[in-house]
């Protein structure tokens, strides 16, 4: 039955349908139709997934008139049945919005940028390309994308940027977001995929939150997890956070550990479970390398060790140990708080390894999540477009580039493969030092979200590097552009995305894009065939013409990969009550729940993503090492030890801050911003405080606070809730008194993502507010504490 969707701003959750182990989740259809439209007058709703977060909710968009004027859930689809969050409901509203790029523009001599047709946007664009080609070579371009974007849009970015440009400058946002996840995965597994699935909420016996408040950033997730909790033989919780969030008030156990120590307290559930005898020996000796350096490695880091430097209690670290290695099906989940702090991808493996150690992997119920924050994430991964190789491919073996070189039919030199392709970071790093002179951004917003903001935009505002923004709206980042060129969002093209359990869903073309307004993905087939890239036989190196032609392709790229989508074609996507889990192959045309189910993993030499690294340094294996290691399809057991953050408070700065998302929003708001129900439940920045901290600064709720780290300050009201002590909190999506002023440029050793958690600073309180309390939301982890409620 339809639920109450004008309540998700009060009640982002909606209302609970408690199930119990094995039950199939029940179904709620969510829907909300533009103020005047009723059901009956929509036109035509048509099919797609959910874009404003990783979990890849199937809906139906309404259209009437050729106009976006709804969404409705789809009960069909496993991944949802039928629920949709306040951002799924809402966030459509803010395409409408009437400052929507229609037109390119073109920065003049002058320094203004102004309206242009597309040839003259895009010969200006070819132009300079050409010209830096001829005279400086493939590395003077790079390519800085979304986790947003189509795989289609992806696939063949990477095929231009990799076999016809040949440079190794391409990364994503998602590089911000979940890095780690795809490092973690690889580190033990041997290529990035998930291996578990959103149904083992249902079989679970005990669920682990480690760094992950999927109460603000997948409702609907949380949505199923507080289903399963509330129903007759509920699994047991436990959360890994510093902040009170809605997660960690439903935990059996809270772990509110300082910013930066997340190692410290792995390490010790790691020797918990070793020293009690929870471990699974023959598991171990069948299924895994490395396990005697791990026990080495973790002989002393006792529950009382992990106390003392994450400030949480010994005997929470031993009850949360106890739950994970008593419990028969645990499910663990991984997201951001791990992987933008400190050690992240060294604190993300461990979580694979404790998995590893009980051998629960690859059966209902059992395994781990390392969890995507965008849409996709997954399918900038597969393609390459992140600078990996597409298929998950490994850069660094040879037979790899020799089979891309064969389907694209170029020399295998072109293809970009003497190091470690270049992350993000680095990137812009290169744009600073004059090396890189095109940047091509699509669908971000980096002059907000990157660390270390004004820095960043002092290198974008320069004029030693052609930039060109491909994006929706005016941002930050379009303010500096040379080209602008306006591009279609989600519901105004066709093509796939692919969330975090590996399901694929079709997105079909719902109405037509405003003005002028083009799909990435025709903007590249545009710039390819400008540009002239041919195979060896002179033919076009990206020979398909539209989106269904650029996923067959991607089809044949992934044949006989881990992330094989050969036998899913856009018929069997239209066929499927909702989305299809890859690996999707002529004999599985049903798709793929989990992986590892014969704990046989992808980590043999000639198949594996890379040849793995040490977590401390980030140093790259070799392949002769890899191969020293005889892994032959075991999982490698990778430890870690801990290390104090570089990033540490003291006498003038005695604060960290962490940053994050709220509920309502989506990255920089350029999307959510522009909606009016999501706007006003959260239109400005805010600082959350602990009541001992607000008490000990003098700082009401309310009260304007200025926040200063050693790069930058901004000043926004408080909000008094629960945050453990000497930690602060604030959401990053804000242009005005933006987070990322405060965040330092240090990123992690293995998955090159930006530490954006464990930011020094000091509060200083400047009394009540001059223009009156501001709205701050009242729901989720921002609830105001008891004693100001």
Known sequence: MPDAAEDRITDPWGGALPGSRGARWPSRTDQWLADGVREEQVDRWVRSPCLLCSNGCGLDIAVREGRMVGVRGRAGD?????????????????????????????????????EADWDTAMSLIVQRSQELLTDRGPLSHGFYTSGQLMLEEYYTLAVIGKAGIGTPHMDGNTRLCTATAAAALKETFGTDGQPAAYEDIEYTDALFLFGHN????????????????????????????????????????????????????MNALLHEVIARG?????????????????????????????????????????RAAEIFGTSERVLSTVLQGFYQSHQATAASVQVNNLHLLRGIIGSPGCGILQMNGQPTAQNNRECGANGDLPGFR??????????????WNVDPLTIPHWAE??????????????????????????????????????????????????????????????????????????????????????????????????????????????????????KPLVPWKDAEGAYRAWQECSRGRPCDYSGLSYERLREAAGGVQWPCTARNPEGTPRLYTTSHFNTATEQCENYGHDLATGGTLTRQEHQAMKLEGRARISPAAYEPSPEAPDEQHPLTCTTGRTVYHWHTRTKTGRSPRLDAAAPGPWVEVSPEDAAAYGIEDGDLVRVESRRGAVEVPARICGTRVGTVFMPFHYGSQAANDLTPALWDPVSKQPTFKTSAVRLTGLGPDPGGPAPVPTVGTAAPSEAEA
């Open 214 to 265: 999927p109460a603000e950033t997948q409702t609907v997730l949380w949505t199923r997890m507080r289903d399963r909790l509330k129903g007759p033989d509920r699994p047991l919780l436990v959360c890994v956070d510093p902040r009170s969030t809605p997660v960690a008030r439903a935990a059996d156990v809270h772990l509110a550990v300082r910013p930066g120590t997340n190692l410290a307290l």
């Open 278 to 318: 929870w471990a699974d020996e023959d598991y171990l000796a069948r299924h895994t390398r490395g396990v005697e350096e791990l026990m080495s490695t973790v002989a002393d880091c006792t529950p009382d060790w992990a106390a003392d430097i994450c400030g949480v209690s010994a005997s929470a670290v031993r």
């Open 421 to 538: 392709p270049t992350h993000a970071m680095q990137i812009f790093r290169y744009v600073e030092q004059g090396s890189i002179n095109l940047l091509w951004i699509a669908g971000t917003n980096p002059a907000l979200s990157l660390p270390d903001l004004g820095r960043l935009r002092a290198v974008l505002a320069s004029d030693q590097c052609f930039t060109v923004v491909s994006d929706a709206f005016p941002t930050e980042t379009t303010e500096l552009a040379d080209v602008v060129l306006p591009v279609a969002l989600w519901g105004e093209k066709t093509g796939t995305y692919t969330n975090t359990d590996r399901t694929v869903h079709l997105s079909e073309q719902a109405v037509s894009p405003p003005g002028d307004a083009r799909s990435d993905l025709r903007i590249w087939l545009d710039y390819g065939r400008r540009m002239g890239f041919t195979d060896r036989d002179g």
């Open 394 to 407: 490994n850069w660094a073996n040879e037979e790899h580039v020799r089979e891309l070189a064969r389907l």
């Open 78 to 114: 496993a991944v949802n049945r039928g629920r949709l969050g306040p951002k799924g409901l809402f966030g459509w509203e803010g395409q409408l919005s009437p400052d929507r790029l229609t037109r390119p523009l073109i920065r003049t001599s002058g320094g203004r940028q102004v």
